[in-house]
């Protein structure tokens, strides 16, 4: 039996990013690629939560909820491609493809080389010990370095990305990044959040704010924003540009993009699966 033309092109694409030795070759634009733009709820049209952010020296996954390692695929992004996983926080539609991606790591035929630096917020290293506690040597590194860290207020410098951390209005152990590129180029990212002051401040300014919208105006849930608190805080934040994602179900049954524009006026992108958006 033959191997599908879509089966061998993914299996393809995994061998030649795997043998891709020069990142700057890819482009000079940072480029931000949705992978998922949906919630914990199952949905055919939105996966769980996950961003890809391609700078000229860094490909960081931020967030993988369940279905985001093999839906990266569809970009020709692999297990063996990020160079830094960026956790929000530490909620299973958020973080519960990390174990699938560290076992990936260990594939005998293709085994990951490259140096991995895994960092969240508060606590994200007690829950890393915690993973360790249960699976061991099966997600342990063998053929890579891998670091883990908590992003601490003052922040971290990795390659050309300077990364800002606060915490959001969700639970305890979540945090909001600002990541400020070489070009001058910056975008924030709240994860999960309610209405706060935090992300107004990580977001001053940037080129690209990308806000959770969870729930549709009139159907708020404490923890998360709706449009228009997700345009008050474009508003004040005065980002050039807003992206709205991690969209519950309920959100495709109304105009989410109308809702927003009536608070604020820039530009407004709702969020798609595989949707790219380059600076
Ligand atoms: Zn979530
Ligand atoms: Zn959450």
Known sequence: MSIPDKHKKSYNSLKSWYSESNPSERNELVELIIIGSGTG????RRGSPGLV????STKLLMDSGPGALRKMLEVGITYQDPDLLLYTHIHPDHVSDLVPILFACKYADLPRKKDLLCAGGPGFKSYFEKLNGVYGHWIAPQSYQLTVKEIAQE????RDLKILSK???HISESAGYRIEFKDGKSMAVSGDTDYCQNIIDLGFE???LVLECSFPDGKKVEGHLT????GRIALESRCKKLLLTHLYPVCDQFDIVGQCKKIYQGEIILGEDLLRIKS
């Open 41 to 44: 709820t199952p949905s055919l």
């Open 53 to 56: 952010v391609l700078s000229d």
């Open 155 to 158: 922040g971290l410098a990795y």
């Open 227 to 230: 449009p228009s608190l997700a």
């Open 206 to 208: 940037v080129d690209l």
């Open 167 to 169: 915490p959001m209005a």
